[in-house]
T-cell receptor
Framework: GDSVTQMEGPVTLSEEAFLTINCTYTATGYPSLFWYVQYPGEGLQLLLK?????DKGSNKGFEATYRKETTSFHLEKGSVQVSDSAVYFCALIQGAQKLVFGQGTRLTINP | DTGVSQDPRHKITKRGQNVTFRCDPI?????LYWYRQTLGQGPEFLTYFQNEAQLEKSRLLSDRFSAERPKGSFSTLEIQRTEQGDSAMYLC?????????????FGEGSRLTVL
């Protein structure tokens, strides 16, 4: 079945560092891809999305490009802030109604 | 606050007891979802409603689990004869028909601890 694999966490960076969180997927067709974020004490929030190959999703300085050839959707940000500390989930959906999530990557940004 | 609301936020129960969680979606959202999240894992789909109709159920939803959305507004998730393996965060999410299928609005979750 469909699945999502994220890089192992936790990830700890200093403020203003460059961030990459890797995400690869397995799907038989052409899924839509998402990044969700969970800030401490809050519910999951949609961060960005891409619905077809080569689409780039972006929001709050974060970007991810849908790469069909490598089945990847890596999350990047050029300069992270302490407020970006959260758990990040990569997810896909294809046809049916259920989102399939990766296991999450905990990110901590130190001042 | 007009977001997705879940109640209770925390529930501690003894094995074998029944528990019920309630979800109030965003008012104009006709699609409602339940997910389960265990520690260190991503959410796993349990079930999906469109209005009052339950259209999809995961194999994770054993016979001890039942979900309803009687009037197409709020939803309840009941777990009967709870087991320690049921300990998890139960997440509710909703979306409007105009959102993409993966564009969900999540509540803060109901954490269940089974002793």
């Amino acid at each position: 079945g469909d699945s999502v694999t994220q890089m192992e966490g936790p990830v700890t960076l200093s403020e203003e560092a460059f961030l990459t969180i890797n995400c690869t997927y397995t799907a038989t067709g052409y899924p839509s891809l998402f990044w969700y974020v969970q800030y401490p004490g809050e519910g999951l929030q949609l961060l960005l999305k891409a619905t077809k190959a080569d689409d780039k999703g972006s929001n709050k300085g974060f970007e991810a490009t849908y790469r069909k050839e490598t089945t990847s959707f890596h999350l990047e940000k050029g300069s992270v802030q302490v407020s970006d500390s959260a758990v990040y989930f990569c997810a896909l959906i294809q046809g049916a109604q259920k989102l399939v999530f990766g296991q999450g990557t905990r990110l901590t940004i130190n001042p | 606050d007009t977001g997705v609301s879940q109640d209770p936020r925390h529930k501690i129960t003894k094995r074998g007891q029944n528990v019920t969680f309630r979800c109030d979606p965003i008012s104009e959202h006709n699609r409602l979802y339940w997910y389960r999240q265990t520690l260190g894992q991503g959410p796993e789909f349990l079930t999906y409603f469109q209005n009052e109709a339950q259209l999809e159920k995961s194999r994770l939803l054993s016979d001890r689990f039942s979900a309803e959305r009687p009037k197409g507004s709020f939803s309840t998730l009941e777990i009967q004869r709870t087991e320690q393996g049921d300990s998890a965060m139960y997440l509710c999410a909703s979306r409007a028909g105009t959102n993409l299928p993966g564009e969900l609005f999540f509540g803060e979750g109901s954490r269940l601890t089974v002793l």
